[in-house]
């Protein structure tokens, strides 16, 4: 069973409920370098890989990689340009920090949600890669000197052009979203926030509530929590520790061949807003084994997702 197509927002677009995630293209172990990850022909196998498994939205921003990664992607796809038609791109930009591409001095990490910058990492976005239009754009972090008359004019520009078909966000608070919800005719599709069984604050802080009134789907990175409940060594780090054991015994409870990995992104789908789940792999049974989910049927029930959350929490519910 391929991955499932559903849709981001009653008027957005059809993505696939896993997302193929580029913050670490070119990277293994962690954040280092790996050369072998970082040619056009690589890329191009996970594309395709991930195509073959129904995984048809690949999320990036113009900052991955210090703003290399959209053009290593882009390269990648050039390779066999008939491929776009079959994918949604998803890309990101506000976030400013120093680099030799800019033309002035950048000496500080910020953030950029003026007009000027978002329009021209736009393009810059569509020229590397290679494209006409971008099927989604985020703002990728909360701006504190954000002017929502300034941002809703530019991304309604860029829309009637036909350059992006939607706009979201990305780590927005519920006021952000609202805010700049209210100078825009058309809807927000989503709201990409941190969600896993180890970062449940989303459910608390009123985000994933919004989610739910605006019929948007949240999109969930890091949705392993930085792959903690793989961690070893949890005999300092009681909170792992907890989540491991529930995990494990709701795994058990499906049969032998259910792996920690699918029950964690089981339980995030068992919310009602059906998060998009951005994985953060390059490797291609880890792929295979989050797309196994549907195939499996891996569905939990109430009480297993309270056994996750009071792991989680570290205690039981009121």
């Given at each position: ?28 172990n962690?954040?280092?370098?790996d ?16 195509l073959?498994?129904?995984i ?22 050039a ?54 239009y ?19 004019k ?9 350059k992006?078909?939607?706009w ?32 449940l604050e ?16 949240p999109?969930?990175?890091?949705p392993?929590g ?27 409870q ?13 339980f ?12 953060g ?21 109430r ?5 996750i ?10």
């Amino acid at each position: 069973m391929a991955v499932p197509q559903v849709r981001l927002h009653p008027d957005g677009p059809s993505v696939s409920q896993l997302v193929f995630g580029t913050w670490r293209l070119a990277n293994s172990n962690g954040w280092e370098a790996d050369p072998a990850l970082a040619t056009p022909e690589s890329v191009l196998e996970r594309i395709e890989a991930c195509l073959k498994l129904g995984i048809t939205t690949f999320d990036l921003a113009d900052i991955y990689g210090g703003y290399t990664y959209e053009e290593l992607f882009g390269k990648g796809l050039a390779l066999k340009p008939e491929l776009r038609e079959k994918m949604q791109i998803i890309t990101k930009t506000g976030i400013k920090i120093p680099n030799d591409m800019w033309s002035e001095k950048v000496y500080v990490n910020h953030y950029d949600t003026s007009y000027e910058y978002i329009k021209s990492q736009v393009e810059r976005s569509l020229r590397l890669l290679g494209t006409t239009y971008l099927d989604v754009v985020l703002i990728h972090r909360l701006d504190y000197l954000l002017d929502a008359d300034e941002v809703a004019k530019v991304m309604k520009e860029l829309r009637q052009e036909g350059k992006v078909k939607y706009w979201g966000v990305s780590n927005h608070t519920y006021s952000q979203v609202e805010l700049l919800q209210s100078r825009l005719d058309f809807p927000l599709v989503t709201n990409q926030i941190e969600f896993s069984p180890a970062h449940l604050e989303g459910m608390d802080d009123g985000t994933l509530d919004q989610c739910q009134r605006l019929r948007m789907k949240p999109m969930c990175w890091s949705p392993l929590g930085g792959g903690a409940i793989f961690k070893k060594d949890v005999s300092e780090d009681p909170k792992t520790e907890r989540l491991q054991k529930a995990l494990k015994t709701v795994a058990e409870q499906f049969g032998p061949d259910v792996t920690l990995d699918q029950v964690a992104y089981a339980f995030l789908l068992r919310h009602p807003t059906k998060p998009l789940i951005v994985l953060g792999t390059n490797k291609l049974d880890r792929l295979e084994g989050a797309a196994a989910i549907f195939e499996k049927n891996i569905q939990l029930d109430r009480q297993q997702f309270y056994l996750i959350w009071e792991a989680s929490k570290g205690n039981s519910v009121p």
